[in-house]
């Protein structure tokens, strides 16, 4: 069966481990992480790079070429829990101020092995905590949004 490894994202968690300066897999895996519980919304997330283009007289065409690369965002939208331990850290990191250590599991491990699933690993400064109350009939929303200050560090699946 061809597509047998594709999967939904309905099992991804999120988990967070305050602040950090971790740089590699060993320094991520040494913390201590919390799950970011009730997450309705993850953004998309992850390196992309700006596109740098030239038109020139003559020419006929646009050059383009691959600029710098931004890591983007990543906002979590949750279901406001005032004790949830995960949520409570991200408010506590928005009020610190420094990165934070985001660790993102997709539910991708092979079935029927004891392996691993994928795992990205991120630093981001928490830019917004802000309140989204929406209507008198809706549940209260908080968004995170985590201004990713480096490319995002995946460990892929293993079997």
Not at 35 to 46: L, N, Q, T, Y
Not at 67 to 72: I, L, P, S, Y
Not at 134 to 145: A, K, S, V
Request: aromatic letters at 6%; charged letters at 25%.
């Amino acid at each position: 069966m061809a597509n047998e490894n594709v999967t939904t994202s309905t099992d991804i968690k999120v988990f967070i481990a305050g602040e950090s300066t971790a740089k590699t897999k060993a320094e991520f895996e040494a913390l201590t992480w919390v799950e970011v519980g009730s997450i309705a919304d993850i953004s998309p997330f992850g390196d992309k790079r700006e596109q740098v283009s030239l038109e020139l007289y003559g020419a006929g065409r646009r050059i383009k070429r691959p600029g710098v690369r931004d890591a983007g965002n990543l906002t979590l939208k949750v279901a406001r829990d005032s004790f949830d331990a995960g949520q409570n850290l991200a408010r506590a990191g928005y009020e610190g101020g420094k990165p934070n250590a985001l660790k993102v599991v997709l539910p991708d491990r092979p079935t029927g092995t004891n392996g691993k699933p994928t795992t990205i690993y991120a630093l981001g400064v928490i830019l917004s905590k802000e309140l989204e109350p929406g209507g008198p009939n809706n549940i209260l929303m908080q968004n995170f949004d985590v201004a990713l200050t480096d490319a995002p560090l995946e460990i892929l699946a293993t079997v």
